[in-house]
């Protein structure tokens, strides 16, 4: 059964960068492409990066795209998320999502972790 | 932009059906997923592929999508199915994942 446990979250200034980090387990991890997604207090999911098997293929949302960085190292089973010039908006619990597929493309996600809670503060 | 949209809210009493629907221009040719979040846990894959269930999900859950409108079915509802929904799609000419809004479904 797979397994994925995020961590790295906190709270910090407007401005500040942070670095997510999720350890997989249970599953060949290099197999398959990753996700971030993102929830507000009370709001809705929010897809933030996706990245492929293999880093070949990484996509951002609109709202995170130029500040973000997606990143996985498969010799050590774990994905990142690198969190440059945050803000208020990017308040939220941060899922690391498990694709069923090789590339981020169509397919659903099939194994979400329990999430990792970052705050920014003015 | 491609926007999914979804009743806030649907109520249902204990053992009737519930629908709830995902609503988006030809959303019909895209391939849609569904997840239920209960409160304080994280999304769970319910049906992919518009009308596939993983396994250990109950057959109660079912899926479809047609022309505008992609619907979860839950038929027989009890009080474990009180959650929140969300449809999910991939929207290629963004190659962006987009979810809808999400539904609260309410068990009376």
């Known amino acids: 059964e797979a397994q994925l446990v995020e961590s790295g979250g906190g709270l910090v200034q407007t401005g500040w960068s942070l670095r997510l980090s999720c350890a997989a387990s249970g599953f060949t991890f290099n197999d398959y492409a990753m996700h971030w997604v993102r929830q507000a207090p009370g709001k809705g999911l929010e897809w933030v990066s996706g990245?492929?098997?293999?880093?070949?293929?990484?996509r951002y949302a609109d709202s995170v795209r130029g500040r973000f960085i997606i990143s996985r190292d498969n010799a050590k089973n774990s994905l990142y998320l690198q969190m440059n010039f945050l803000s208020g908006e990017d308040t939220a619990l941060y899922y690391c999502?498990?694709?069923?597929?090789?590339?981020?493309?169509?397919?659903?996600?099939?194994?979400w972790g329990q999430g990792t809670l970052v705050t920014v503060s003015s | 932009s491609y926007v999914l949209t979804q009743p806030p809210s649907v109520s249902v009493a204990p053992g009737q059906t519930a629908r709830i629907a995902c609503g988006e221009n030809n959303i019909g040719t895209k391939s849609v997923h569904w997840y239920q979040q209960r409160p304080g846990q994280a999304p769970v894959l319910v049906i992919y592929?518009?009308?596939d269930r993983p396994s250990g999900i109950p057959e109660r859950f079912s899926g479809s999508n047609s022309g505008n409108t992609a619907t979860l079915t839950i038929s027989r509802v009890d009080a474990g199915d009180e959650a929140d929904y969300y449809c999910q799609v991939w929207d290629s000419s963004s190659d962006h994942v987009i979810f809808g809004g999400g539904t609260k479904l309410t068990v009376l």
């Open positions: 990245i492929s098997w293999n880093s070949g293929s990484i």
């Open positions: 999502a498990k694709d069923t597929n090789s590339l981020e493309m169509a397919s659903p996600f099939d194994s």
């Open positions: 592929f518009d009308s």
